[in-house]
C-alpha cells in the first residue's frame, strides 16, 4: 500500500486499497473497510473508470450487509448493478450485486425490492454451466423461495426451490447443498410438513457447523423462523441465545483483535518519538505531559470509538449519537463538579456505551415489532457483553467507559438492568451518560420514533425525576440544556462536534456523496493522511 501512494500509480492504488477493504470486511473491521472502499471509490472516479467502480460499490456493500446495515447495502448494490450494465467486462458483478440486493431485502422483509432483483439476476444468469454460475442460481433461486413465503406465496416458493436443488446437483459444493437445504426446510414448515421442515432444518445447522462455518448464523436464523411458524417459540428462543453467543465470542475477538493490532501500530510510531516528547514534556511542564496523556487515551481508544459508532447504525444513520452523547454527559459533570480529567473521560468513555450492540443478533436489532420477553432479555446483554469488552482492551483509562456500558440501563429506583442497582450505587458516570442517552434518542429519528421537540423531551425526563433519574442531576440537567440552547444556538452541532474527526464518519459521508453523484473534488493522496 505504502509503495503504491509513492509510485502515485492510481487504478494499482484503487486496486490494493480494494483488496485491503475485503481483508478488513472479511475480520469484521467495517470502519477500515468502508475507509478503504471510500478511498477507492474516489480514485475510480477520479479517473473516470466506471466499470472499475462497480466491483468497489459491490464489495463495500457485502461489508455493509455482514454489519447487517441492509438499507444501506443495497444503496451500494444497485449502484454496483448499474455502473456493471454499461461495462461488459462486469457483467458478473451486476448479476452479483442483484442477487446481494434480494439477500438484503429478504433481511429487511421488502419483498417488492427482493424480487424485482432476483428475477433480473436470474435473466442474466438463464443456463449455468460452470460450477460458480450453478452456485450463484442456487443462492437467486432460494433468496426468491424465501421472498415469496414473506408473502404467503408458499407453492410458487416451492417451485423456486425445487429448481435450487436441480443446480445445487450441479454444482455439487457444500454451499450450494446448503442454500437449496435450509430453503426446502423452510418451504416444509410453511407447507405444514413441520416435522420434517424442523428436522431438516436442524440437519442444515449441523452440515453448516462442519462444512460451511460462515453460513452458520443464517442456518441458525433459520432455524429460529422455523420454529416460530411452527409455534414452538421456547425452542426458537434457545436457538436465538446460541445465536447471541455465537456472535458475542465472534464480535467480542473481532474487535479485541483490530484494537490490539491498532494499540500495537501506535506503539510502534512512539518509539521513535520517544526521546523528543520526553524533551518537549520537561520542557513544557505537567501541562504538557497531560494532553499528551489525553491524546494518546484518544488515539488508543479511537478504533474502539468507530466500532461503537458501527454498533449504532442500526438506529442512528448518520453516527453522531454517541459524540453527543458523550459531550453533553461531560458537560453535565463538570455542572456537579467533576474535575476536568473525570470530565474528560467521560467524554470518550460514553461514547462507548453501546458497543456491546455489536454482539446482539440482527433478527432482534432489526425486528419492526415489539420484542418478546426473551428477546427483550437478549437485547439487555448488550450492557454486560459491552463491559467485558472493555475490559480486555487493556486500557487503564477504559474502567469508566466498562462501568458505562454496564450501568447506563439502570435506574434511579432499582428496576433497571443488569444488576438493580439503586440510588447511588449506580456510578456517577453511568447516571450523567444515561439523563444524556435517553434525552438524545427522544430528540433524534429512530426506526421506530420520530424526533421529539427538546421542550416534550426535557418534559419526559422531569417525569422520570426520582424513577429512572438522580433526582438532583435531573434537575441540574432541565436547566443546562436551555442554557446551552442560548448559549450555542445549534445544540446538534455543538454537541458532535468531535464527530468531524471520525475517519468511519467522513468515509460514510464521503460515500453519501458518491450516491448522490456530489462527491467533493479532493486530491486523492490526502484522503488517508
Keep these: 500500500m505504502a509503495q503504491t501512494r509513492v509510485l502515485r500509480d492510481l487504478p494499482l492504488l484503487r486496486k490494493a486499497l480494494t483488496f ?148 445445487a446437483a450441479k454444482a455439487p459444493t457444500a454451499r450450494a447443498e446448503f442454500a437449496a437445504s435450509l430453503t426446502s426446510g423452510l418451504i416444509d414448515v410453511h407447507s405444514g410438513r413441520v416435522d420434517v421442515g424442523l428436522t431438516r432444518l436442524k440437519r442444515t445447522l449441523e452440515q453448516a457447523r462442519l462444512n460451511v462455518r460462515s453460513e452458520v448464523r443464517d442456518a441458525l436464523s433459520a432455524c429460529v423462523t422455523g420454529y416460530e411458524v411452527a409455534g414452538q417459540p421456547d425452542v426458537a428462543l434457545v436457538y436465538l441465545h ?35 516528547d520526553h524533551t518537549l514534556a520537561w520542557q513544557q511542564g505537567k501541562l504538557r505531559v497531560q494532553l499528551g496523556e489525553r491524546e494518546l487515551v484518544r488515539n488508543r481508544i479511537l478504533l474502539l470509538e468507530q466500532q461503537s459508532v458501527a454498533a449504532e447504525l442500526h438506529d442512528d444513520a448518520t453516527g453522531e449519537h454517541c459524540y453527543r452523547v458523550g459531550r453533553l454527559a461531560s458537560i453535565l459533570g463538570r455542572e456537579i463538579g467533576l474535575e476536568d480529567d473525570v470530565c474528560f473521560l467521560i467524554d470518550l468513555a460514553a461514547r462507548l456505551h453501546d458497543i456491546g450492540k455489536l454482539v446482539v443478533p440482527d433478527a432482534i436489532l432489526l425486528k419492526p415489532g415489539k420484542l418478546t420477553p426473551g428477546e427483550r432479555q437478549i437485547m439487555e446483554t448488550h450492557t454486560t457483553a459491552g463491559a467485558q469488552i472493555l475490559a480486555k482492551t487493556n486500557v487503564p483509562q477504559m474502567h469508566v467507559a466498562e462501568e458505562i456500558a454496564l450501568h447506563h ?38 426506526p421506530y420514533k420520530h424526533a ?78
Design 20 to 167: 485491503l477493504g475485503v481483508m478488513h470486511m472479511e475480520t469484521g473491521n467495517l470502519p477500515e473497510a468502508t475507509a478503504c472502499f471510500s478511498e477507492a471509490l474516489a480514485i475510480a472516479q477520479q479517473l473516470g473508470d466506471s466499470g472499475a467502480e462497480a466491483p468497489v460499490w459491490n464489495n463495500l456493500g457485502l461489508a455493509l450487509q455482514n454489519a447487517a446495515q441492509y438499507a444501506d447495502a443495497i444503496q451500494c448494490f444497485e449502484r454496483a448493478a448499474t455502473l456493471a450494465e454499461v461495462s461488459p467486462a462486469f457483467s458478473h458483478v451486476r448479476r452479483q450485486a442483484l442477487a446481494n440486493i434480494a439477500g438484503c431485502a429478504l433481511h429487511l422483509h421488502d419483498v417488492r425490492t427482493g424480487i424485482k432483483a432476483v428475477r433480473k439476476a436470474i435473466e442474466l444468469n438463464p443456463d449455468p454451466q460452470t460450477a460458480t454460475d450453478c452456485l450463484s442460481r442456487v443462492i437467486s433461486e432460494s433468496n426468491y423461495a424465501r421472498l415469496l413465503l414473506e408473502v404467503g406465496e408458499t407453492g410458487h416458493a416451492a417451485e423456486h426451490c425445487e429448481k435450487a436443488r436441480i443446480y
Design 242 to 276: 446460541e445465536l447471541l453467543a455465537l456472535n458475542k465470542e465472534a464480535k467480542e475477538a473481532q474487535v479485541l483483535m483490530h484494537h490490539r493490532e491498532h494499540v500495537a501500530r501506535l506503539e510502534k510510531a512512539e518509539q521513535g518519538a520517544e526521546t523528543i
Design 409 to 446: 440501563h439502570e435506574r434511579w429506583d432499582g428496576t433497571g438492568y443488569p444488576m438493580r442497582l439503586r440510588g447511588t450505587a449506580i456510578p456517577i458516570a453511568a447516571r450523567v451518560t444515561a439523563l444524556a442517552d435517553v434525552f438524545d434518542a427522544l430528540t433524534h429519528v429512530r
Design 452 to 529: 421529539w421537540p427538546i421542550n416534550e423531551a426535557l418534559a419526559e425526563i422531569k417525569s422520570l425525576r426520582g424513577k429512572q433519574f438522580d433526582p438532583e442531576l435531573t434537575d441540574l440537567f432541565l436547566d443546562l440544556v436551555p442554557r446551552l440552547q442560548r448559549e450555542v444556538g445549534d445544540l446538534d452541532a455543538f454537541l458532535a462536534v468531535e464527530a468531524k474527526n471520525s475517519p468511519f464518519i467522513k468515509a460514510r459521508r464521503q460515500i453519501a456523496a458518491a450516491l448522490k453523484g456530489t462527491e467533493p473534488s479532493r486530491s486523492l493522496f490526502e484522503l488517508r493522511r
